[in-house]
C-alpha cells in the first residue's frame, strides 16, 4: 500500500492512520514487521487484575466495565471517519480519578509507574520492569502537555472522575513525534478523542501487561506523544526488551534537528468517557 488519500475513513482496514504526503513517516508503505501478536483477553481477567492491584480506589465490575466499552464503541463506531481504528489493535482501560492540583509527573512516579511494575512482575515474575532516564533526565516538574494532542480534555475530564476507554496503540505507527501530534488538527474534533499519552497507556497496559511481550516477533515501541518533557529532544515511551518491560524517556533525536521517525515507533488514538463506578 502506497501513499493515499484520505477516504472514508481516515485509518485503513488494519486500524492504522492512512498514509499521507502531508507528515513525516518512515515508510510509503504500511509496514507490519513490528507488531503486537494478537492477544485473547477478557474484562474478567483485565479488571481481576485492576482490583488485585487496589489501584483503582474501587472494585471494578467486569460486566460494567465491558458494557462501557461496548457503548464507546458502538458510538464512535458509527463514525465514518474514526470507525476503522476498531479494526486494529485496540485495548481497554480505567483511569481512576486524578487529582486536578498535582503535578503529572508526581502521578506517574509515585502511583502509575509503581502500579505497572506491580502488575506486570505479577505476570511475569522471572522478567523485569524498569524506569530508565537517559543522560540523567528527570521527569519531576518537567512534563507539559504537547499542544494540539487534545490530552487537556482526558485529563480535565479525569479530574472530575474515573474513565473508561480504548486505546488503539498502533493507529499512528511509523510516524515522527510531531507528525503524529501536528496531524490531530486534521482528524475529526470529536469530543472524547485524543492523541495517547502516559495515563492511559500506562492503565491499558496493568490491565494487559503481556501487551508487548512477543516471543514470536517483534513489538513496537509505545510512544506517549500527548505528554513532552520540556527539553524537546527527549520523548516518553513504553517497550519490551525481550521478556522484559521498559518506561525510558530517551532522546527522539537522530541528528542535529533530525528527529526518530521508525518502523518501530508507534503513537495511539485515545477514546474515552466518564465511568459511573457507583
Not at 483477553?41 to 487496589?54: C, E, Q
Not at 523485569?128 to 480534555?153: C, D, P, W
Not at 495515563?199 to 501487551?211: N, T
Not at 509505545?222 to 521478556?243: F, N, Q, T, W
Amino acid at each position: 500500500m502506497g501513499l493515499v488519500a484520505t477516504g472514508d475513513s481516515f485509518f485503513s482496514d488494519i486500524g492504522r492512520r492512512r498514509l499521507t504526503k502531508r507528515y513525516r513517516v518512515f515508510s510509503e508503505d504500511e509496514l507490519s514487521y513490528y507488531n503486537i501478536k494478537s492477544r485473547e483477553w477478557d474484562f474478567d481477567t483485565i479488571a481481576s487484575r485492576y482490583n488485585s492491584s487496589g489501584h483503582l480506589g474501587f472494585k471494578l465490575d467486569s460486566g460494567k466495565f465491558g458494557a462501557a466499552c461496548a457503548s464507546l464503541e458502538k458510538k464512535f463506531g458509527a463514525v465514518a471517519d474514526v470507525a476503522n481504528l476498531f479494526k486494529g489493535v485496540k485495548v481497554p482501560f480505567v483511569i481512576p480519578k486524578i487529582e486536578a492540583q498535582r503535578d503529572l509527573s508526581d502521578s506517574l512516579i509515585v502511583d502509575f509507574l509503581p502500579a505497572l511494575e506491580a502488575s506486570f512482575r505479577a505476570a511475569y515474575p522471572l522478567a523485569h520492569f524498569k524506569a530508565v532516564m537517559q543522560g540523567g533526565a528527570t521527569l519531576k516538574n518537567n512534563l507539559v502537555i504537547a499542544e494540539g494532542s487534545r490530552y487537556n480534555q482526558l485529563l480535565d475530564l479525569a479530574s472530575q472522575g474515573p474513565l473508561v476507554g480504548w486505546y488503539f496503540p498502533q493507529a499512528l505507527q511509523q510516524f515522527d513525534v510531531a507528525s503524529q501530534i501536528e496531524q490531530m488538527s486534521e482528524l475529526p474534533a470529536l469530543e472524547g478523542m485524543c492523541l495517547s499519552g502516559p495515563v492511559e497507556i500506562i492503565h491499558a497496559v496493568l490491565g494487559l501487561p503481556g501487551l508487548l511481550i512477543n516471543e514470536e516477533g517483534y513489538a513496537p515501541i509505545l510512544c506517549m506523544s500527548a505528554v513532552r518533557h520540556i527539553d524537546e529532544r527527549l520523548a516518553l515511551v513504553l517497550k519490551a526488551y525481550g521478556p522484559h518491560l521498559e518506561f525510558w524517556c530517551l532522546s527522539q533525536m537522530l541528528s542535529v534537528g533530525v528527529t526518530q521517525a521508525s518502523e518501530q515507533w508507534a503513537g495511539g488514538i485515545t477514546l474515552f468517557q466518564h465511568y459511573d463506578n457507583r
